[in-house]
């Protein structure tokens, strides 16, 4: 990442005395305009960041490069993007560190990507999958202008390739750390996922509502080859702070996922048997998802009968 002066190519983010921002890229001799009048990019160039400049119409923005979590949230979109509150839970809970080897699908807008390509360090690698080419070139785009990438080059610790993990994974059968699963129906890739993900590796699917939550996690169970997933959402709520008036803000960020996180079990190895029952009616004579191997179905019509 860039420090020291503001260099032409980078990226920077104006924002004004009403919060307003603007993120764009320095050209010499380029103009920013909007409402308040226009900026010479020239001013901005060769300057240390956390400067006030004046437009031509007397607007006052503050200049800075934007930071990752500003980045993502305004960046251009194929997919919806992971929000800075979960890519940070992914990135610690998943326990991403520098060397890490760490597979990723899909790769959506990139604003994961990048979170993980910071965490991993130049010597982890990051290998993202995603079916879909019009998602793929607008992540490579994201990807590029966040890092800087020269022309025609790329992250060096990046790969994108298309493709079905389920059906790439297997082929090129590279190991890896962690594996972060980011769609539709990520159950249809755990086999895949045990094959290449190492003792003690672990993987964590990100979904959107409680029935992918129930299936991921129930398919984790059935597996035997995990440990116990853990499940969690996480909620943001600012505070208004000025004087005596102390309260939450208006604007929470809510619900925009579940996250599950499940470790992986030695070759031949399966996690302790859990002691404590289902809740009575958990696998039910209406429950279809998969079952844990200790909970056959008669043994879970009898508990709802009790």
Known sequence: MHRGPLREGEWVRLTDQKGRRHNFCLEAGKRFFSNKGHLEHDEMIGREEGFTVTSSAGGQYL???????????????????????DSA??????????????VEAGVGSG????????????????????????????????????????????????????GDLAEELPRYGEPADRVILDMLAPWECVDAVADVLVPGGIVCVYVATTTQLSRVVETLRAH????????????????????????????????????????????????PRKTRRPAPGAYGVDYTGPRPADVPPAVADEALED
């Open 63 to 85: 200049v800075f490069r934007p930071l990752l979590s500003e980045f993502v949230v305004s960046m251009p979109r194929g997919a919806a993007v992971v929000y800075p509150k």
């Open 89 to 102: 839970q992914i990135v610690a809970l998943a326990d991403i560190y520098p060397g890490a080897r760490v």
């Open 111 to 162: 604003a994961l990507s990048c979170s993980l390509l910071r965490a991993v360090g130049p010597y982890g690698r990051v290998t993202s999958y995603e079916r879909r080419e019009e998602f793929a070139d607008v992540a490579r785009r994201n990807v590029h202008q966040f890092f800087g990438a020269p022309e025609g080059g790329t992250h060096p610790s990046w790969s994108l390739r298309l």
């Open 224 to 271: 035997g080859g995990f440990t116990e997933p853990a499940a969690w959402e996480s909620l943001v709520r600012d505070w208004h702070v000025e004087g005596l008036a102390v309260r939450p803000g208006h604007k929470m960020i809510g619900h925009t996922a579940f996250l599950v996180t499940a470790r992986r079990m030695a070759p031949g190895e399966r996690a």
